[in-house]
């Protein structure tokens, strides 16, 4: 079989891809990866390094105007696009030409959570000011809006009433690292969802 190829596009700190990254080596399953960034200051690139994967850095001009980007990832050719922790929108020329192939995970359980502006710790600080009892993940595909394309898998997890938006985060995360590999995996065929 050939190598799967996924195309990372991620902002900020990486866990998710490295994570990724290490599941597939670990389990010796052959594959191909790029992190595609927007931001060059973003830890994801250092850890791309240590991890001897490529990795592009581009702007908003190359996202959604010139073509530049939607070039490269057609050159890269990816069995799937994973969005983890990616902040910006991906533009409609994307989903079209990568129907069903690109999938993001948010950290809360949507549709509660969701939209422009809802990221990373905001979600959490959200969820804990109005008292939830339970947050999760939402693994889903992308479509033209933020956060609202078919849901692939949900998985909760309980909050405590003493929870701190850090403790969720903390919480989330490990949902995220532990069902985020498996299902891209099975998105690939490679195992059972
Ligand atoms: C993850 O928790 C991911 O779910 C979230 O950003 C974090 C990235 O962490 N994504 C969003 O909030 C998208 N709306 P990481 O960079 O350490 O993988």
């Known amino acids: 079989m050939s190598p799967k190829k996924i195309a990372f596009f991620a902002s900020g700190s990486g866990s998710n891809v490295e994570n990724i990254v290490l599941y597939f080596r670990e389990k010796e ?4 990866f790029l992190v595609l960034c927007n931001n060059p200051n973003a830890y994801v690139l250092q850890r791309a390094d240590k991890l001897g994967i490529e ?3 581009f702007d908003k001009k190359a996202l959604t105007e010139s073509g530049e980007v939607l070039r490269q990832l057609q050159a890269f050719n990816p069995d799937l696009i994973v969005l983890a922790g990616f902040l910006w929108l991906m533009p409609a020329s994307f989903v079209q ?3 069903n192939r690109i999938v ?3 950290p809360a359980l ?11 710790m905001r979600v959490h600080e959200a969820v804990v000011a109005n008292n939830e009892k339970e947050s999760g993940i939402t693994i889903h595909y ?9 849901y692939i898998c949900q998985v909760t997890c309980a909050i405590a009433p003493h929870d701190s938006p850090e403790d969720v985060a903390q919480k989330v995360h490990q949902l995220e690292y532990a069902h ?3 299902t891209i995996a099975a998105l690939l065929n490679l195992a059972p969802l």
């Open 29 to 32: 399953i052959a594959a191909q």
């Open 55 to 57: 990795s592009i850095v």
């Open 97 to 99: 030409a990568f129907p």
């Open 104 to 106: 993001n995970i948010h």
């Open 110 to 120: 949507l549709p509660k959570y969701g939209g422009k502006g809802m990221y990373g």
């Open 142 to 150: 992308v479509n033209e809006h933020y956060d609202e394309g078919a």
């Open 180 to 182: 985020f590999p498996k």
